[in-house]
Nanobody, 123 residues
Framework: QVQLVESGGGLVQAGGSLRLSCAAS????????MGWYRQAPGKERELVAT???????NYADSVKDRFTISRDNAKNTVYLQMNSLKPEDTAVYYC?????????????????WGQGTQVTVSS
């Protein structure tokens, strides 16, 4: 099994910054795509940013130039640095990780979600 533990959410004023972390542990052979998603009240979950194992990144237009996704492969951790936060960034943020596991010579690929962390930006 694999566990994802998120941290770093909270309440911040508009224009402020927060840094989210998501650490994976358990039966991990490798981590492929890692990403952050968010869901605001009454809205569907949406992609915020993703990062491949080689470091290529992708961002939603709404967060480009304000958010930065990064990863530490040695720590099995993905980060989201959020700057210039706006009230519309208020949401529960979830990390998602594509995990490669190997059991008895067989390779398995599974997606795991973190428990979510609340980010609230006040105006």
């Amino acid at each position: 099994q694999v566990q994802l533990v998120e941290s770093g959410g909270g309440l911040v004023q508009a224009g402020g910054s927060l840094r989210l972390s998501c650490a994976a542990s358990g039966r991990i052979f490798n981590l492929n795509l890692m990403g952050w998603y968010r869901q605001a009240p009454g809205k569907e979950r949406e992609l915020v940013a993703t990062i491949t194992s080689s470091g290529s990144t992708n961002y939603a237009d709404s967060v480009k130039d304000r958010f930065t996704i990064s990863r530490d492969n040695a720590k099995n951790t993905v980060y989201l640095q959020m700057n210039s936060l706006k009230p519309e960034d208020t949401a529960v943020y979830y990390c998602k990780v594509e995990v490669v596991t190997r059991v008895l010579g067989n390779t398995f690929l599974s997606n795991y979600w973190g428990q979510g962390t609340q980010v609230t930006v006040s105006s």
